[in-house]
């Protein structure tokens, strides 16, 4: 009994980790620029392909490669979508990301073709460890782990940098810091640049846990995260990040423990979570300081 | 208008002058034909009422606001389509209304990101200190949010933020809002205090008692357009003063209020 309580906790701590790197890469965009990217989604999903690209390839070789496409096509976007776009509406750039978002999926149907591929990454991780008695699979280990990392290194950059600096400072009032000499390209590309990152991650251990590959498996992962933003409080990172996790770590807990028959609504009682939430605390549980300032 | 020669003249041409400056927004028209001109190690005000087209003065000097028509000269340069940084980097640094802080960042970060456009570690070091030394309420709330500061500390952080790019011209919009009498005092002795270390002033006040007191020479701008202009007893013994502050309506869909949704700053 003990042991599944614990086995469940740690799978729901592994998909909530997932969803608090999406939800972050999200959240690091709308920060910086107002932008919801929608598009964030096909910055996973061309990891994946890339992984299946370089399938005969080493695996380092496979995750490299995954990340740096990841990268390049973020900052591509940023720079032929958004950088046109820049100070426009925020509902125009959720518009645009949506376009842009729909262009690389249906672009990937037609060049790859849209039928599920089956990949197997990283096979080695899906070995059990045992830990005091509880036996666990590795991958579940390592996403926990490999999300420690990158949020202890984000939180780094963000905290100890002069960039991360400039970027906090953007993401609080963008008018302000540019006339304190903050560059806008500078800082927009970077946030880009990392969600390019922390996209290729998930995207790695999604692709490594599910065993497929499809053109639209990145949006459903970034819809959910995305709800996860809302509830961490738009525009705040620490927000985001447990927002995505709840989300996430609901998910699987309520699969545990809602009665049989309705387990196949559990995202039902996911969002009347959400709906909660939000009618207690509008702005989110944890809101970001500048746009307090801005209602 | 009579200009009357710098108290300390280290150039025969003015450190900024603006000419026939026409802004606008959209339809709305908020400055029509400025001309200021400011010399060195002066402190020039600029006061009028709510709507006068102040902040939008400032935003077009820091380049936030293209001109439709007019010159702006800094040191002989055209400012005219040149980017904000750029502006920030020849020594031009703008305290904007509302003093913009970054509230979730500590008092230490923010003065950091006031050396944004600095390499000089060392330098900046220094400035950092001999700054804390003279607003000692920064060293206090040192690694404190800053959105936690009182009105007046954050005026003080905003200042000394704006000064560690190492302005030659420190323009500064409506910093006495919003604050008690005796800060607002405080705020001035520091005003007064950074032209002493060469530092050129403008000033943009709706309260234009205490800008008056500490300005060279003085401008009183209504409805767009400057209708009076001299030094502070001149100015005050003018019978003219009030109805140049007060006496001319701000045209329809007053320009400041469209100002602010243009260039909200955040």
């Known amino acids: 009994m003990i042991i599944n309580v614990i ?12 969803y608090a790197l999406t939800a972050l890469g999200i959240g690091l965009i709308f920060g910086v620029m107002r932008l919801i990217n929608f598009a964030h989604s096909e910055l996973l999903t ?12 080493p695996t380092a070789v496979a995750i490299i490669g995954g990340v740096v496409v990841a990268i390049a096509i973020a900052l591509a976007t940023e720079r032929v979508v958004f950088r046109p776009l820049r100070g426009a509406d925020p509902t125009t750039l959720l518009i645009a990301s949506f376009a842009l978002s729909f262009f690389i999926q249906k672009t990937l149907a037609l060049t790859v073709g849209s039928k599920t591929k089956g990949i197997d990454v990283l096979p080695q991780l899906g070995a059990q460890i045992v830990i005091g008695g509880v036996r666990f699979q590795l991958l579940k280990v390592v996403t926990i782990v490999v999300t420690i990392v990158l949020l202890g290194l984000l939180s780094w950059f963000l905290k100890r940098t002069r960039y991360g600096r400039q970027m906090r400072a953007a993401a609080e009032n963008f008018r302000m810091a540019q006339l304190l000499g903050v560059r806008a390209n500078l800082v927009i590309s970077l946030a880009f640049a990392i969600s390019g990152i922390l996209a290729a991650a998930v ?11 499809e053109p639209r498996m990145g949006l459903q992962l970034v819809a959910i995260a995305f709800v996860g933003t809302v509830i961490g409080g ?33 995202e039902l009682f996911v969002y009347l979570l959400v709906v909660v939430i939000l009618l207690v605390r509008p702005q989110g549980l944890i809101p970001a300081p500048g746009l307090r300032q801005r209602v | 208008m009579q200009r009357r020669q710098s108290p300390t003249p280290q150039d025969d041409r003015p450190i900024l002058a603006v000419s026939d400056l026409h802004v606008a927004y959209g339809t709305i028209t908020a ?25 939008t003065l400032l935003s077009t000097i820091a380049g936030l606001v293209r001109p439709r028509q007019g010159q702006i000269q800094y040191r002989g340069h055209s400012l005219v389509g040149r980017s904000i940084e750029d502006i920030l980097r020849g020594g031009i640094s703008l305290v904007p209304e509302g003093r913009h802080i970054f509230s979730a960042m500590t008092v230490e970060e923010n003065l950091l990101l006031g050396a944004t456009i600095r390499n000089d570690a060392r330098e900046i070091d220094a400035d950092i200190d001999s700054l804390t030394g003279r607003f000692p309420i920064l060293r206090k709330r040192w690694q404190q949010p800053a959105g936690r500061l009182s009105g007046g500390e954050q005026q003080q952080l905003a200042i000394a933020r704006a000064l560690l790019s190492r302005p030659s011209l420190l323009i500064l919009d409506e ?25 050129t002033i403008l ?64």
């Open chain 1, 7 to 18: 086995q469940n906790l740690v799978d729901a701590i592994s998909v909530g980790s997932l």
């Open chain 2, 203 to 266: 000033v943009v006040e709706q309260n234009a008692t205490r800008a008056l007191e500490a300005a060279d020479y003085t401008h009183i701008l209504s409805a767009g357009a400057i209708r009076l202009s001299g030094t502070s007893k001149q100015l005050l013994e003018n019978p003219q003063f009030d109805a140049a502050y007060f006496g001319v309506a701000p045209p329809e869909g007053s320009s400041d209020r469209d100002h602010k949704r243009h260039s909200k700053l955040g």
């Open chain 2, 31 to 55: 400055l029509r034909g400025i001309t200021v001109r400011i010399n060195q190690g002066e402190i020039v005000a600029v006061v009028g009422p709510n709507g006068a087209g102040k902040s």
């Open chain 1, 46 to 57: 061309l990891t994946g392909y890339t992984l299946l690209l370089l399938n005969s390839e």
């Open chain 1, 203 to 213: 995207g790695i251990l999604f692709v490594s846990q599910s065993g497929f590959l």
């Open chain 1, 234 to 266: 738009l525009g705040s990172l620490t927000g985001a990040a447990v927002g995505g996790f709840l989300v996430g770590a609901a998910t699987v807990l309520l699969q545990a423990v809602l009665p049989l028959g309705l387990r196949e609504f559990r």
């Open chain 2, 175 to 199: 910093p006495s809002l919003g604050l008690a009498p005796g800060i607002i005092d405080e705020v001035y002795r520091i005003l007064l205090e950074q032209r002493s270390r060469g530092t």
